[in-house]
């Protein structure tokens, strides 16, 4: 079975500073990755994704994330973090082979706070 | 932009009544999905669909979900007998197509707030 664990629960920095959020996935098979964003009172938005292309995946707003599969992490990082990014983060994994829905499976989720 | 919209946005019920949420997923995605978040935990996976039937569901969809795609758009959850515990906020979410294309991403919907008194 598949599973994520995202490491902390909250994360404050201060603006302009690093951003780091931690996910660990365990899957018996080469994993799909995904970092979705939540903000206040909204759904969910695709931040990137990792299929198994360049272990190095850029997204929007900045952000990115490198899968290392010896450490079988997906760290989601921005160099220089905004007001506007405070919001709710999810790593999430699946499988998309053959036979399987592609159902998301997600971790707990971690809230960033930018302090001015 | 294609989205995925969600009807009603908030539905307050009452425990035992039947509630039907709505979703209308993006045009030309071929799979679709509903998750649910309860307050303050994470999002988890309900049921997916494909081809006019269900292809996996999770141990929180018992006898007393189902899904329906009655239109060539409409994407529905419906809940027979509400319960206390049913109070999330459900997703729906829809995808292009399967196996290992790059296409793969889920485009989720705002969500439907449901509490249950």
């Not at chain 1, 983060?89 to 399987?100: H, K």
């Not at chain 2, 649910?36 to 935990?41: A, F, M």
């Not at chain 2, 999330?88 to 399967?98: D, H, I, Q, T």
């Not at chain 2, 439907?112 to 008194?117: D, E, F, G, I, K």
Request: hydrophobic share 35%; glycine share 8%; net charge neutral.
């Amino acid at each position: 079975a598949q599973s994520v664990t995202q490491l902390g629960s909250h994360v404050s920095v201060s603006e302009g500073a690093l951003v780091l959020l931690r996910c660990n996935y365990s899957s018996s098979v080469p994993p799909y990755l995904f970092w979705y964003v939540q903000y206040p009172n909204q759904g969910l938005q695709l931040l990137l994704k990792y299929t198994s292309a360049a272990t190095l995946v850029k997204g929007i707003n900045g952000f990115e994330a490198e899968f290392k599969k010896s450490e079988t992490s997906f760290h989601l990082t921005k160099p220089s973090a905004h007001m506007s990014d405070a919001a709710e983060y999810f790593c999430a994994v699946s499988d998309y082979g053959s036979g399987n829905t592609g159902k998301l499976i997600f971790g707990q989720g971690t809230t960033l706070q930018v302090k001015p | 932009e294609p989205e995925v919209t969600q009807t009603p946005s908030h539905q307050v019920t009452q425990m035992g009544q039947e509630v039907i949420l709505r979703c209308v997923p993006i045009s030309n995605h071929l799979y679709f999905y509903w998750y649910r978040q309860i307050l303050g935990q994470k999002v988890e996976f309900l049921v997916s669909f494909y081809n006019n039937e269900i292809s996996e569901k999770s141990e929180i969809f018992d006898d007393q979900f189902s899904v329906e795609r009655p239109d060539g758009s409409n994407f529905t959850l419906k809940i027979r007998s509400t319960k206390l515990e049913d109070s999330a906020m459900y997703f729906c979410a829809s995808r292009r197509r399967g196996g290992t294309s790059g296409n793969n991403e889920q485009f989720f919907g705002p969500g439907t707030r449901l509490t249950v008194l």
